[in-house]
């Protein structure tokens, strides 16, 4: 059975969130073999500034069959182009909590699988329309992102959208033999607010 199915998040996910090219969907069962496509390769969807593990797509298999991926606290959605509806990619929230606090915020992660596909804007948009999704359904003031320091596309994207950098988490990441740093990003609801007013031209 397709978890999925059952989760009372599917219905309104399947079909709002879409922009020009792409929309943001629920994954469902096949697509877990297009991930694994991605995953085959070093440059693939978990690209040069992740840590890249065996087991990323076992592992994602069995958090699919838990949950379907897809459910207030945490949800991976699929992204695909609007005419073809072919997947490129993926974007993700994970709601952080607030030290002794009870209140959290989510923490977004986003990728597109093949190379060809990259630098094409379809992540913009994508998580442009997460932000959007996060904002109109959870009571949070800010979305947070963080980013392999190195990864200048990722942090470009995050300050397009108007993510400021908030702080270092110096050599908290292992990766390809090395230790190192996270950038801190964050988005608050009022600056989002202020540029969903403006044209897209002025964005």
Same mark, same amino acid.
């Given at each position: 059975m397709d978890p999925t199915s059952a989760n009372p998040l599917a219905g309104p996910l399947a079909? !709002?969130?879409a922009g020009p090219r792409v929309r943001l969907r629920p994954l469902r069962q096949e697509d877990l073999d297009v991930f694994e496509g991605w995953g085959e390769h070093r440059a693939g969807l978990w690209g040069p500034h992740q840590r890249y593990q065996l087991?990323?797509?076992r592992r994602l298999r069995e958090a699919f069959a838990r949950t379907g991926l897809l459910d207030r606290a945490a949800a991976v959605l699929l992204v695909e182009t609007v005419a073809d509806k072919r997947p490129v990619g993926f974007v993700r929230y994970t709601m952080t909590p607030y030290p002794d606090a009870d209140c959290a915020? !989510?923490?977004i992660g986003f990728g597109i699988g093949a190379e060809a596909d990259r630098g094409k804007g379809?992540?913009?948009e994508a998580v442009g329309l997460l932000v959007d999704y996060l904002f109109s359904t959870f009571p949070v003031e800010r979305v947070g992102a963080a980013t392999d320091a190195a990864n200048e596309?990722?942090?470009r994207l995050l300050e397009k959208l108007g993510f400021r950098r908030e702080g270092v988490l110096r050599r908290a990441s292992f990766r390809d033999g090395?230790?190192?740093d996270l950038v801190l990003y964050g988005l608050l609801r009022p600056t989002w607010a202020r540029r969903r007013r403006r044209t897209p031209?002025?964005?």
């Open positions: 079909d !709002p969130l087991d990323h797509v915020w !989510p923490d379809y992540a913009t596309p990722s942090r090395a230790w190192r031209a002025e964005r």
